[in-house]
């Protein structure tokens, strides 16, 4: 097959026929909106580091919820942040926590919209860290079990549709699996955050979530971004866990990882397009150096391609609107 039998340019002559024979596609479905949300009343903080995203408190978080809904998002994931943090993250897992009173506020307003939990707790922590450290500050990978599984329990009893642990302590999609089944939650799936790496795109997020790490790094839980074969084991450990949903996260620069897992797995295959991603946009598009709604669409369209199935985006609103148009 060659010229002047085959001309790729004639598939593209036109916006129609190019839309006929497009591979891709990117559906409001394909969206999950993250969301943080802090104690008291009419509180709408912005994020200086991420354009846009605001830490809220209930009452305006419930407003916001109705705006994403009515763009036709189906999903959000929550992240909570509490007034008061401990060595132990005991906030993480109160009936009445903030990331609880979210959920029951969303579905007291919203039921039909996917409430999506993250489960960690780095944001509860007064040291920073995903899990509990031990006297030397390396993080007890089975203390913390229990305390993840206790989390995920206190969510899906406040009413979350599914819990996405994202420490990367082992073990625990297993442990949280058979907590939520011994309480009767059989149906609630999990979204793992299974092939997470140790990421400096995390560094806006931490502003959001207030969860740096006040000593050390995460480079003992979260993978080095050298590894795919790791990821792949971290993958197919999860799924025989009970892992209904798998993620890789961060997305632009793990593409290659989205598609090995994907084509391996076959499975519901989330990709985080994370902080440090959106705030790279945002910043070149407010110098005018790039146009942001056509970066925006050729980024999520460009993870799609690589075997997303969803994605979690904070671009999810400004997306939804230019598919809308
Ligand atoms: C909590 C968590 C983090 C993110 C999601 N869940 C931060 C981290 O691991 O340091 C990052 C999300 C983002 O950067 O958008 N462990």
Redesign the pocket.
């Known amino acids: 097959m060659g010229f002047p039998i085959y001309r790729g340019r004639r598939l593209r002559s036109q916006a129609a026929l190019r839309a006929m024979v497009a591979e891709t596609s990117l559906h409001i479905n394909d969206l999950i909106y ?1 969301m943080f949300v802090i104690h008291g009343k009419d509180k709408h903080l912005p994020v200086t580091s991420m354009p846009g995203v605001y830490q809220l408190s209930v009452d305006r978080l419930v407003n916001e919820v109705k705006e994403v809904k009515k763009l036709g998002i189906a999903a959000v994931l929550l ?1 909570g942040i509490p007034e008061s943090k401990d060595a132990e993250g005991s906030s993480s897992y109160q009936d009445n926590g903030v990331v609880q009173q979210a959920i029951k506020a969303i579905k007291d307003c919203c039921p039909e919209l996917i409430v999506v939990t ?1 489960v ?1 707790l ?2 509860y922590t007064d040291h920073g860290h ?1 899990g509990l450290p031990d006297k030397s500050g390396y993080v007890d990978n089975d203390a913390t079990l229990e305390i993840l599984a206790r989390q995920a329990l206190s969510h899906v009893r406040a009413g979350c549709d599914i819990v996405a642990p ?2 990367m302590m082992d073990g625990r999609v297993g442990r949280i699996r058979n907590y939520l089944d011994d309480n009767g939650y059989i149906q609630v799936p999990i979204m793992a ?1 299974a092939a ?1 790496f140790a990421s400096s ?2 560094g ?3 502003d959001a ?1 207030d ?1 740096t790490p006040q000593f050390g790094d ?1 480079k003992t839980y ?1 993978m080095d971004y050298c590894n795919i074969n790791e990821a792949l084991r971290e993958v197919a450990m999860d799924i025989e866990e009970g892992a209904d949903l798998v993620m890789v ?2 997305a632009l620069a793990y593409l290659d990882v989205i598609k090995a897992v994907k084509e391996k797995f076959s499975y519901p295959t989330v990709a ?1 397009n ?3 991603e ?1 705030a790279m946009v945002k910043a070149a598009a407010e110098h005018g150096w790039i146009d942001e709604e056509k970066v925006t669409m050729e980024i999520m369209t460009a993870i799609k391609r690589a075997g997303a199935d969803l994605i979690i985006t ?1 671009a999810a609103k400004d997306v939804a609107r230019y598919i809308n148009r």
């Open positions: 993250p992240f993250d960690c780095c944001e995903c994202s420490d955050y997470k795109f995390y806006p997020f931490r979530a969860s995460r979260q996260k961060p985080y994370v902080s440090g959106y904070y």
